[in-house]
Nanobody, 128 residues
Framework: QVQLVESGGGVVQAGGSLKLSCAASGGTFSGKIAGWFRQAPGREREFVATTSRGGGSTYYADSVKGRFTISRDTAEKMVYLQMNGLKPEDTAVYYC?????????????????????WGQGTQVTVSS
């Protein structure tokens, strides 16, 4: 059973940057699609970014495209989300997720039910 633990959240001013990390234990990200979702108070959990098996492809929500970058390390133990140009509307709890199945056609990997493993979340707060 793979366990995921996020870290790197915090409070940052608008325009600032944060880098979130997601560590896998009891297994790795090898052979799995990895993604980030976020949930703001009173809102549904929404897709942010995903990366294909091996990390060769990425896909982003329109709201973060050009500002956020998802990556995975070569040891397949870590997935990252580099967030630049943060806005107050990026404030949310950010969750790391991994999918055993699914397609490397990443535009199809944007819903929660496609992911099998989830972390506990890390809070990101962007002040104006």
């Amino acid at each position: 059973q793979v366990q995921l633990v996020e870290s790197g959240g915090g409070v940052v001013q608008a325009g600032g940057s944060l880098k979130l990390s997601c560590a896998a234990s009891g297994g790795t990200f090898s052979g799995k699609i990895a993604g980030w979702f976020r949930q703001a108070p009173g809102r549904e959990r929404e897709f942010v970014a995903t990366t294909s098996r091996g990390g060769g492809s990425t896909y982003y929500a329109d709201s973060v495209k050009g500002r956020f970058t998802i990556s995975r390390d070569t040891a397949e133990k870590m997935v990252y989300l580099q967030m630049n140009g943060l806005k107050p509307e990026d404030t949310a709890v950010y969750y790391c997720a991994a999918a055993i199945g699914g397609s490397n056609w990443l535009v199809t990997m944007t819903t929660r039910d496609q992911y099998d493993y989830w972390g506990q979340g890390t809070q990101v707060t962007v002040s104006s």
